[in-house]
């Protein structure tokens, strides 16, 4: 089979697959219009985020078996057209889910305990105790909404920290030790932490928005490592400022470009967050991490050779 790798990624893809009679070639700097001159040629791709696969690109793969992210999410792909093409899509949240439950465990640590700001202070003289008293995780209720790869080893490491753990998720059955399903109405009403663990679709775009925080019981802190769209963030601007949202922990921003490679400009809203002390906002990074490069690789490689074993 013939595989054409659309970005940079660990090199052990190429290695293993080579050394399993596969035949990969690397182009991580053609446009979207080269791609589809050639495309028709390769049997399956390997990408992340570069290039949109979209009905287009799909309709010039003739040949395509399988397009292969490596990553979680699959919203740079066409999912529905590539299916009814026939066309197998393989995703590695496996690979990164590590990662994210570290980094919203600290995100929350930091936020929770002013660890940020009052080292920044201590570093520029100025010593406050009182103001920088900070809670505890220990008896807080977390509320996380999708139970995937993600949200399952979030919970795994909140439940070390003594919290109790509940989430919403359009699944039914899929509670386990570490968590508790809820319906929506109930995590509104029980969360002291918000936390967002679901692709970005139709239906969860903006799904936290005004309606949804009023709705909120408590006022409570919200991290947001999933994907920015799934948040309306003028709102969310102003749930922080009225004390609603008591701080932010944001790993992705409505304002990303889809490639996730920076911004797509800049807006009043966004410099609130930038500049309040109540927010940490990171650049895309909760999956990424050395040990998660090697890993999201790993499992892209052995989900190939499983589904496509070369003789």
């Known amino acids: 089979m013939k595989i054409l790798l659309l970005d940079k990624n660990h090199p052990l893809i190429t290695e293993q697959l080579t050394a399993k009679a596969f035949s990969l070639v690397e182009d991580f700097t ?9 495309i028709e040629g390769y049997d399956g791709t390997i990408i992340r985020s570069r290039i949109p696969v979209d009905q287009k690109f799909i309709e010039h793969a003739k040949n395509l078996k399988f397009i292969a992210r490596v990553g979680a999410g699959m919203e740079n792909i066409d999912v529905a057209f590539a299916q009814k093409s026939g066309v197998e899509l393989i995703s590695s949240p496996e690979g990164n ?27 520029n003289g100025i010593w406050k105790r009182e103001e920088n008293r900070g809670e505890e995780l220990l008896g807080k ?8 790869n993600m949200g399952k080893a979030v919970a795994k490491r909140l439940s070390g920290f003594g919290c ?19 319906t929506l109405e109930i995590l509104k009403k029980e969360a002291d932490i918000l936390s967002l663990h679901l692709p970005i679709t139709d239906e969860t775009h903006y799904l936290v928005n005004k309606k949804f925080i009023s709705e909120m019981a408590k ?5 947001n490592t999933a994907r920015g769209k799934n948040v309306n963030t003028k709102d969310l601007v ?5 004390g609603k949202v008591k701080g932010a922990a944001l790993d992705v921003l409505e304002y990303e470009k889809s490639s996730f490679e920076n ?3 800049e807006n009043e809203d966004l410099q609130y967050l930038l ?28 989900k190939i050779l499983r589904k496509f074993p070369q003789s």
Request: cysteine-free; charged content about 20%.
């Open 30 to 38: 053609s446009s979207y219009d080269e791609v589809l001159a050639k």
């Open 97 to 123: 889910r590590d990662a994210v439950a570290e980094q919203v465990l600290g995100m929350l640590l930091i936020l929770m305990n002013r660890l940020f700001i009052s080292s920044q202070e201590v570093k």
């Open 141 to 148: 209720t977390v509320g996380l909404i999708g139970y995937g």
């Open 164 to 182: 109790k753990v509940i989430f919403h998720d359009i699944l039914p059955n899929i509670a386990d030790e570490n968590a508790t399903q809820v």
């Open 219 to 223: 006022n409570f802190y919200f991290v």
């Open 238 to 242: 102003q749930a922080i400022k009225n």
């Open 263 to 265: 911004l797509d400009g």
């Open 275 to 302: 500049n309040s002390e109540k927010v940490i906002v990171t650049p895309h990074i909760a999956g990424w991490t050395i040990e998660s490069k090697e890993k999201l690789a790993q499992v892209i490689v052995d």
